[in-house]
Every structure is written in C-alpha cells, then in structure tokens.
C-alpha cells in the first residue's frame, strides 16, 4: 500500500480558545476501509473534511497524494478525494439524474464524450442507469445517496469519504448502500465512513478512528477498539451488542464481531472445539 493522506500535527480551530482538531497524526494507505467514530461534537467531520481541502490546517500540514491540501484547491484535489454530505440534497441540484452525475466531469473539462461515459461507468456502478432522464428530487431517500455516490464516482476518485451514508434509510436501504460501499472497496477505491451506527463498523470496516474533544485517542483494528470498552465511553460511543454479549459471555479474545461469527463461536465453545 502508498500512502494516500497525511496529517503530521494538524491542528485546526475557529480561535485558539476553540480547538477543534488537536495535534492530529494520521496516515491513510491506499485502499484501506476506515471507519471515523466518536460522539456529537467529536471533530469527525472537521477531520474528513481536511482530507479533500475543503478545510485547511490552521498549522500543521495535510498532504494528499503527496500534495499539500494549503496549495491546492478542493477542485484540484477531486480526482484524489470526493466526499459526499450526509443529506444528498446538499449535493443533487441538477434537473435530471443524468445531467446531476455528468455536473462532475463538465466542471473538469472533459471532452463530451469522455463525460458520457464516465455517466454511464457511474450510474451502472450504483444500478441506476435506467432513471438517466428521471428527476431526483422525486426518489426515495437510498436512492438520491445513490445519485450523490455517482455524482462523485463520475470523477473517478481514489478515495470517498462518506458522511453517515445509511442515516434515514430502512433496513432494505442500508444493505443495499453498505453492499455498495463494499463494491467500491473492492474495486480499489480508500473508503473513510463517518458512522454512529457500531454495527456497520464491526461487518465492513477494517480499521477504526476514535475521536474524542478533536484527539484521536485510539486507532487500531475493529476487534482491537471493541475490546476497550472503557476508552470508547470516553468518545461516548459503545460497541455493538455482539461484542458486549461476548464480554458478558467471557468470550476468549478475539471478539466475535457479527451475529453469525457469535453463533458460531458460540457452537464451538460449547463442543470445546475453539481454539
């Protein structure tokens, strides 16, 4: 893996008597699956939002790609880093699905035709090339995040950042963007969640940020930051119930993180098969 993103002592804040980030060292390898965690109030956003320049360190330095994001533009940062709000309504402006996604790539300059077939590569990514000429304000609420997720594959970015993707969406909702999260991970795009939701964290994350009062004060594995109960009160967060249930259990180490690795273990502590 290279290293995609760094922050070496970043700090940032709206007066010295207000930090927001505090002394933040980080490195984001390429292809990584990050989840960002911590309570209201925590500087998960604030941080996100420096890896694409949209904030700048008030000192300290943030280097995407090698570049730092104080000489660079959030336009020319793009094919690095897109990020996608929370609410898709802070993004979708355009009168048709189509024109929505292919906004990206026109404000790149590309050649038309190279556009058209970023629109198709984009909407076919999210299963959405038959709603090109709907209008997307009428959608539900799944399906406009999917909108602002081609909005921004539409500029072939090496890594998404994604603000609480499954807030507002149903059960049905929540596998189908999650699912498609894990596709573009796959494909070998660096993903960043901000994420309240524990369980989401333990099933598709492979590594953990915890942010309390703008510190980071534990980055590891998921099954490493699950097993520190204590520390992750002091982010106001807990781990997901599979987890407590194991430590509750006794469960030896590593935790189960998933319902069906909890049956199972379960099954194999009581044959005396685990080992």
Do not use: W
């Not at 539900?140 to 081609?150: D, F, H, L, N, P």
């Not at 970015?157 to 807030?167: N, R």
């Not at 987890?243 to 194999?268: E, H, N, V, W, Y």
């Amino acid at each position: 893996m290279t290293d995609h993103i760094v922050f070496d002592q970043v700090h940032y804040g709206y007066s010295p008597e207000q930090p927001v980030l505090k002394n933040i060292n980080l490195t984001i390898q390429q292809g990584e699956f990050i989840a960002l965690i911590g309570g209201n109030g925590s500087g998960k956003t604030t941080l996100a939002k420096h890896c694409n320049g949209l904030y700048k360190p008030v000192s300290g330095t943030v280097r995407v790609g090698g570049r730092d994001t104080k000489t660079c533009s959030v336009a020319e940062l793009v094919s690095q880093v897109a990020y996608c709000y929370q609410n898709p309504d802070h993004q979708i402006f355009q009168s048709t699905v189509g024109e929505e996604v292919a906004f990206g790539p026109r404000n790149m300059g590309l050649p038309a035709d190279e556009v058209e077939a970023r629109v198709s590569e984009a909407l076919q990514a999210v299963g959405l090339d038959q709603l090109r000429e709907e209008e997307p304000y009428f959608a539900s609420k799944g399906t406009r995040q999917k909108i602002a997720v081609a909005s921004i594959l539409a500029m072939k970015p090496q890594a998404i950042i994604l603000d609480e993707p499954t807030t507002g969406l149903d059960h049905r909702g929540v596998e189908e963007m999650m699912s498609l999260i894990r596709k573009l991970h796959r494909d070998g795009h660096t993903i960043l969640v901000i994420t309240h939701d524990m369980r989401l964290v333990a099933e598709y994350a492979g590594r953990v940020l915890v942010l309390s009062q703008g510190e980071i004060i534990c980055d590891d594995s998921v099954q490493a930051v699950f097993a520190k109960p204590d520390l992750l009160a002091k982010a106001q967060v807990e781990p997901p119930a599979v987890c407590r249930f194991g430590m509750s259990a006794g469960l030896a180490r590593p935790l189960p993180l998933t319902l069906s690795a909890l049956k199972d273990r379960l099954a194999k502590e009581q044959k005396g098969t685990y080992r």
